[in-house]
């Protein structure tokens, strides 16, 4: 990173996160169903590079990872972390970055817009938990260290304040975790998964999302953790149902962000099956040279959900086509 710039290492240049996100390792594996969902070889990143597509986020799953008892060990543990470096390194021989990211832990949360009354790392929560996450952050930046061709998104989308009922208070736990009001588990803060990063010794670049499932970084300058190696960018989510879906929004929210610091839209997608809203997105992202990812390179229907093909040859839906026109002319 060089200022508000993620810049290639070698020649110094501005180099922007433009790709997609692959869905699977985060939730096959505590499902007792494998590992991927669908093809990571060499032929299906492959299709990737024939959209130009620069950057692959890799959700992953917290209790795989670590090999907890609740996980199948031919799915967890050594054989999952072993899927994860493998698919990393062959994202990184075909010129792509890897951006790791924790997206389901352990904790039970019942609270407002749970995902579901699982202890297990097997829905979306609303914070990382001080039981396991540092310890799975540990583990991956281990893993990674002396490789800073791979960035690390620390957790999917936080929303503590929809347990503690107020912004001021949902940032509060955002950073400082511990004891958060509405949240029964003992909450790992990002600057404690920070200090697990940088305790390793590892150097990648350290994303950040902020409240409202990382579609809200109001304040996301002012609870900023402190970084020995001053590496953090923001991340940022968006679909056309959030909050943040407006350009008067960008330029008040994001903007001060990203003048700071890098800004990346980890996750961009509609509901719609067209790709008129993520236009918008990428319109104002690409004026700025900031870096998005679209959601998701998996072959589902997008009449359910954002997915971006039909088939793992790259053959795109009709949301998907708006990204792959984008990254084509990039």
């Not at 390792?25 to 492959?46: K, S, T, Y």
């Not at 917290?62 to 390194?89: F, H, M, P, R, T």
């Not at 009922?165 to 998964?193: E, K, N």
């Amino acid at each position: 990173m060089s200022g508000n710039k993620i810049v290639n290492a070698a020649t110094g240049t501005p180099y922007r996160l433009l790709g997609v996100n692959r869905s699977g390792g985060e939730f096959m594996c505590v499902q007792g169903r494998g590992v991927w969902d669908g093809p990571v070889d060499n032929a299906a990143i492959d299709a990737m590079k024939a959209w130009n597509v620069r950057a692959v986020r890799v959700p992953l799953n917290e209790e795989c990872w670590l090999g907890l008892s609740n996980i199948q060990s031919s799915y967890g543990g050594a054989a999952y972390q072993n899927e994860v470096k493998a698919y990393v390194d062959r994202l990184v021989a075909k010129g792509i970055t890897p951006i790791v990211e924790m997206h389901w832990n352990y904790g039970q949360y019942t609270g407002n817009s749970s995902g579901c009354s699982d202890v297990h790392a097997s829905c979306q929560k609303p914070m990382p938990d001080a039981q396991y996450a540092p310890q799975f952050w540990t583990g991956v930046a281990n893993a990674f260290k002396g490789r800073d061709e791979v960035v690390f998104d620390l957790f999917n989308e936080p929303y503590p304040e929809r347990a503690t009922g107020s912004a001021a208070s949902g940032w509060a736990c955002w950073r400082d975790g511990g004891t958060c009001s509405g949240i029964p588990y003992q909450v790992a803060g990002f600057q404690s998964l920070v200090n697990a990063v940088r305790g390793t010794g590892a150097t990648n670049i350290i994303m950040l999302g902020g409240l409202a499932y990382s579609n809200d970084l109001s304040q996301w300058l002012q609870y900023k953790p402190t970084d020995s190696r001053n590496n953090l960018a923001a991340a940022w989510h968006v679909y056309n149902f959030n909050s943040c879906v407006s350009a008067s929004c960008w330029d008040s929210q994001l903007a001060p962000v990203a003048a700071q610091v890098p800004l990346v839209a980890g996750e961009i997608g509609e509901n719609t099956c067209s790709h008129g809203f993520i236009d918008q997105v990428m319109n104002w992202f690409d004026a700025k040279g900031l870096s998005y990812l679209g959601w998701t390179w998996n072959a589902w229907d997008c009449s359910t959900g954002p997915s971006l093909i039909s088939d793992y040859n790259g053959t795109p839906t009709a949301f998907g086509a708006g990204l792959r026109a984008r990254l084509l002319s990039s």
